[in-house]
Structure formats: structure tokens, C-alpha cells
């Protein structure tokens, strides 16, 4: 059957918007707010058919698990169970790019389809002050995928949503363009810290914090957090990574001093390459299926989430 055309709000980031956000939220529907990162879905994370509709509006797999979104350390604990090291991390990290995936509480209130099963649970704090203004008004958790179509590319604007899921959800909650750019840090414990996906917090910075190494998850690991499928964040285009030039035929995106269609960070700046990222792929998308050749990125800092996110949008899709 096909889904039912929605009218899709394109609420503005003041009072109205924001108590209409939450009351769209709690009433069961599917509103994009903005993170520091990228755009989420939000859903009640308590309601198991507002979270189905999240995997149906996404087309998401449903053993991929959702991020959980509250609006403080505090209120963690009614959901999760939040201690050493992880409660570490989030004292220093939180509210920030930084999702942890930790145990779920016993008897809890959370939909067994955010975490797909599993005895955990992904969580963060976001920092962005419109997202923390609307999890404070709504009263429930939020779970919250990136706003975007299951594989496809991560938005970082209002339009980036409303080009992808316009029709499908009934609100986007407008608070302008992410900061970050690349979706959060996500890190499990097993018993000791384990990075499951490179994102905006670089991992030097926790292990900064940690004084310890991170655990790196294998890629033929089974699927434990969100964001860890090989063949993600695609454009339609075939993409060619580490190209010092772009061939016949194909289209450049660059970084530092290249010839290039589009480039990231001319100045080889990593913070400028993560917040422009998902932006240029979404332009390169809308002018034409032509292959895309990718300039090499350093693979340290910010350049981690990149190369990730740039690994997946080139593997091969079924």
C-alpha cells in the first residue's frame, strides 16, 4: 500500500514553532529538528508506532537501532543505566556531539524498536539550543535518526529535509544550517570504550579524556549502533575516493589546493570540510548522475568521520 501524502509544516525557530513541534511530537508524528550535527527524525521514543513510522518514512532497516535524545545527563537515567565509564564521558562531553551505547533500564519505558532488540541503548545530549528548547518542551524522549532517506545523504539544512522526506513526515522544525556537519561520535563499552562510528567529537579528544586507546569495532562486526551499515549516506552518482584528479567524464570534489567542481575546504581545514560535507554531496546529486572523484582527506581529526562517511557512500549497494 502506498504511504499516504502528508502535509509537511515548515515550522520557524521561535516560541510557536517549537510548541508546535513538541505537540506534533507527543500527539505521534515524525518532525526533523535540528541537532549541532545533522538534522534528526524525531519521533516519541516511547511510542512504538511513531518509531515504526520513522523506519517506514526512512525506509530504514529495522535491525539498524535509533539515537535517543533527551535533554539532559539527568534525565538519562529513566532510560538508561548511565556509570563509569561511560558517566565519564558524558560529564566531559555532554551536551555535545556524543552519543553513548549503554544499558537499557530494566522494565523501562523505551520502544523496543529503537534499540532493535538489543539489551542497549543509544543516547546522547544534544548541544544545539533549539534541539535542547523543543526536548525540554516535548516531555518525552525523542528518537532520532538523521532526517534523510535510509542510505542516502545526511541533511544538514531545513531544504536538505524537506527535499528527502517532504510529503512523508509532518514537520521540519527550521533552526538553519548544522555547525558540525557529520552525524555524532558513537561510542559502546565491552567492557572497555569502543569507538562503533567516527563522527563530529574526534576520537583524539576522547581518547584525551579516556587516557586510554579506544577499541576500534571491526567491520564485519554484527550491527550494534546506528550509522554501521557498509553502504550508507549514498548520492546516486558512483563515487572514486583519493583521486588526485578527476578523470574523463567525471566531476571533482576537492579539498586544499585542487582544481575542483566543488571543494570542501580549500584551505585543508577539516572543521570547514565536516559542515560542508553532506551539503556539496546533496548539490553534486541534484546536478546529475556523472561518477565523483574525491580528493584524499587526512585521516586524523574531524578527517576520521569524513573518510567514513565517504567510505560508505562509495561501497558498492546491492
Known amino acids: ?38 538534522y534528526g527524525l524525531g519521533a ?19 535491525f539498524n537501532p535509533l539515537i535517543v535524545h533527551v535533554p539532559s545527563i539527568v534525565a ?5 543505566v548511565l556509570e563509569g565509564k561511560a558517566r565519564d564521558l558524558a560529564m566531559a562531553f555532554w551536551p555535545g556531539p556524543l552519543t ?4 537499557l533500564k530494566p522494565n523501562g519505558p523505551l ?9 542497549t541503548v543509544a543516547i546522547r545530549v544534544p548541544e544545539h539550543p533549539l534541539a535542547h528548547e523543543l526536548l525540554t518542551a516535548v516531555g518525552v524522549p525523542v528518537a532520532a535518526p538523521s532526517a534523510n532517506p535510509s542510505g542516502r545523504i545526511s541533511p544538514s539544512t531545513a531544504q536538505h529535509v524537506l527535499d528527502g522526506l517532504s510529503g512523508r513526515i509532518e514537520a521540519v522544525l527550521d533552526g538553519g544550517p548544522c555547525g558540525v556537519g557529520v552525524e555524532s561520535t558513537i561510542v559502546g563499552f565491552d567492557p572497555a570504550p569502543t ?21 576500534v569495532r571491526g567491520e564485519d562486526a554484527s550491527i550494534t549502533a546506528p550509522g554501521q551499515l557498509t553502504s550508507h549516506y549514498a548520492p546516486n552518482a558512483r563515487m572514486r575516493l583519493n583521486a588526485s584528479e578527476a578523470l574523463t567524464n567525471e566531476r571533482m570534489l576537492g579539498f586544499g589546493d585542487v582544481e575542483a567542481d566543488l571543494n570542501l575546504s580549500p584551505s585543508g581545514d577539516l572543521v570547514e570540510a565536516a559542515a560542508n560535507l ?10 546529475g548522475d556523472a561518477p565523483i ?9 574531524l578527517g576520521r568521520a569524513i573518510n567514513d562517511r565517504l567510505r560508505r557512500a562509495a561501497a558498492p549497494r546491492n
Open 1 to 38: 500500500m502506498a504511504q499516504r501524502e502528508l502535509k509537511t509544516e515548515h515550522l520557524k525557530a521561535d516560541a510557536a514553532g517549537v510548541a508546535r513541534a513538541a505537540e506534533l511530537l507527543r500527539a505521534g508524528a515524525l518532525v526533523s529538528f535540528p541537532t549541532e550535527t545533522v
Open 278 to 287: 553532506f551539503g556539496y554531496l546533496h548539490k553534486m546529486d541534484a546536478e
Open 111 to 119: 520502544s523496543a524498536l529503537v534499540s532493535a532488540g538489543l539489551p
Open 76 to 80: 538519562v537515567s529513566d532510560y538508561a
Open 195 to 215: 569507538l562503533l562510528r567516527p563522527g563530529g567529537l574526534p576520537v583524539e579528544a576522547l581518547e584525551a579524556a579516556t587516557g586510554q586507546a579506544l577499541v
Open 44 to 62: 516519541d521514543a516511547t511510542n512504538d508506532t511513531a518509531v515504526a513510522r520513522i523506519f517506514d518514512a526512512k525506509g530504514r532497516p529495522h
Open 100 to 103: 553513548l551505547v549503554i544499558p
Open 293 to 301: 572523484a574525491v580528493s584524499p582527506i587526512p585521516d586524523h581529526g
